[in-house]
Each structure stands twice: as structure tokens, then as C-alpha cells.
């Protein structure tokens, strides 16, 4: 009896560990050979302003660049990929022609001020917390769905990078 002790609780802890396993945050070895998205935000547009503002951050665990093309939305008459540059000391707001690169094991990270993306003419009314549906296109024909949240004009974004906090929201292998 005394030397079926271990096993049998060694037997209860095998689960309880593997239960509190699945709810940590994602580790970039969890998706080390995929594409993913995660932190997608649409950030209200103010009152007399057009268009929405949104970020997200895309994880690239290839060892190869992923290209990304386009983003679309059900919700959008047009989704365009923006970045800011700086020309003579200047910031300018840029449409991004072609396609964005993003290199292997590594993030881009879509922020004010930066890379972002822009969405007008919407085609329903919008509302904080509501919940709209992004398809990101990439050059090898690969389409990833995601989920954004609908945020009010002036709030602050979710600053966090991939495996921070809620994990992915849509992935796929290239």
C-alpha cells in the first residue's frame, strides 16, 4: 500500500498541473511556426472626423519574412496600412504601397505614431466595446482572421507585445 502513495499522487498532480498549464499566457514557442494576431483595437474616430485609427500586433514564428498586403473588414468600405515617417524633421503620415515586411521570429507592433491602420466609412453605426471582424492578406495568399475591439476616440491602446496578456486571437501556418 505504501509504495502506491506516490504514484497515486503523483497521479492527481499530473492534471492539476496540466490544467494550470493551458492558462498561462502564450509563449513564443507555443506558436513558434505561425503567423498570429493579437491586441487588434479600433480606436473611435472623434466627432467630425471620418475616419477610425487601428492596432494590433502580428507574430511571425518563421524563420522566414512574412509579407503582409492588406487588411479587410466586413464592417469598412476601406482598410489602408499607414506608418509615420520622417521627412526633413518632419512626421508625415504615409499609405504603405506594396507590401510591409515582417521578418522572422519577430512582431510588428502597431502603435500610434507608427505603423497603424485606417479604416473609413463605416458601414453601420459603431459603438465602444462592439466588436468588429479584420482579415489580414498576406503575399503567399494566407488569410488571417481576427477580432478587434471597438474602442472610444482618445483612449489609450493595449500596450503589450505577443504573448503579453490575452493571447492570440486569430493564426495560421504560412
Given at each position: 500500500m505504501m509504495r502506491l502513495l506516490p504514484t497515486f499522487v503523483l497521479g492527481l498532480l499530473v492534471p492539476?498541473?496540466?490544467?494550470?498549464?493551458?492558462?498561462?499566457?502564450?509563449?513564443h514557442k507555443a506558436a513558434s511556426d505561425e503567423l498570429s494576431v493579437e491586441h487588434a483595437e479600433i480606436v473611435l474616430p472623434t466627432?467630425?472626423?471620418a475616419s477610425a485609427a487601428g492596432y494590433l500586433v502580428v507574430w511571425n514564428g518563421k524563420r522566414l519574412q512574412a509579407n503582409l498586403v492588406s487588411v479587410e473588414s466586413p464592417a469598412f468600405e476601406s482598410v489602408a496600412i499607414y506608418k509615420m515617417e520622417q521627412d526633413g524633421g518632419i512626421a508625415r503620415k504615409r499609405?504603405?504601397?506594396?507590401?510591409?515586411?515582417?521578418?522572422?521570429?519577430?512582431?510588428?507592433?502597431?502603435?500610434p505614431g507608427g505603423v497603424h491602420l485606417l479604416l473609413t466609412q463605416p458601414k453601420e453605426a459603431l459603438s465602444s466595446g462592439d466588436a468588429v471582424e479584420?482579415?489580414?492578406?498576406?503575399?503567399?495568399?494566407?488569410?488571417?482572421?481576427?477580432?478587434?475591439?471597438?474602442?472610444?476616440?482618445?483612449?489609450?491602446?493595449?500596450?503589450?507585445?505577443?504573448?503579453?496578456?490575452?493571447?492570440?486571437?486569430?493564426?495560421?501556418?504560412?
Open positions: 492539476i498541473a496540466a490544467a494550470h498549464a493551458t492558462e498561462r499566457a502564450p509563449s466627432i467630425g472626423r499609405r504603405v504601397e506594396g507590401i510591409l515586411p515582417i521578418p522572422g521570429n519577430a512582431e510588428l507592433l502597431m502603435r479584420l482579415t489580414l492578406v498576406f503575399d503567399s495568399g494566407k488569410r488571417i482572421a481576427a477580432t478587434a475591439t471597438l474602442l472610444d476616440a482618445g483612449t489609450s491602446v493595449t500596450d503589450h507585445h505577443h504573448g503579453n496578456g490575452d493571447g492570440a486571437q486569430g493564426s495560421g501556418r504560412l
